[in-house]
């Protein structure tokens, strides 16, 4: 059985910082590429970066390019997204994604498998 499991969310302060985790067990995390999405109220499931089974590759959505940073660790499996500058529109639920195939899509459905979300609230 796939999980994923978030943590790290919490309240900050526009300007600050936030790092998240995602720990992956029942996959190979080593060979799965991984995503993490984002969906505020009222709004759809965005694309916030993705990163290949090897860390080599990486995407990010244009809005948050140069303040976040997605990164893994396979010995740990374990998925991170450093968020710095943070913004008020970066409000959101933050879920990490497991994708088996070939990885970087920014589309939600060409994922496998979902985490059950952190919450990230940036007051300004």
């Known amino acids: 059985q796939v999980q994923l499991e978030e943590s790290g969310g919490g309240l900050v302060q526009a300007g600050g910082s936030l790092r998240l985790s995602c720990a992956a067990s029942?996959?190979?995390?080593?060979?799965?590429?991984m995503g993490w999405f984002r969906q505020a109220p009222g709004k759809d499931r965005e694309f916030v970066a993705a990163i290949r089974w090897s860390g080599g590759s990486t995407n990010y959505a244009d809005s948050v390019k140069g303040r976040f940073t997605i990164s893994r660790d396979n010995a740990k499996n374990t998925l991170y997204l450093q968020m710095n500058s943070l913004k008020p529109e970066d409000t959101a639920v933050y879920y990490c994604a497991a994708d088996v195939h070939l990885g970087l899509s920014v589309r939600p459905g060409a994922y496998d498998y979902w985490g059950q979300g952190t919450q990230v609230t940036v007051s300004s």
């Open positions: 029942g996959l190979t995390f080593s060979s799965s590429a």
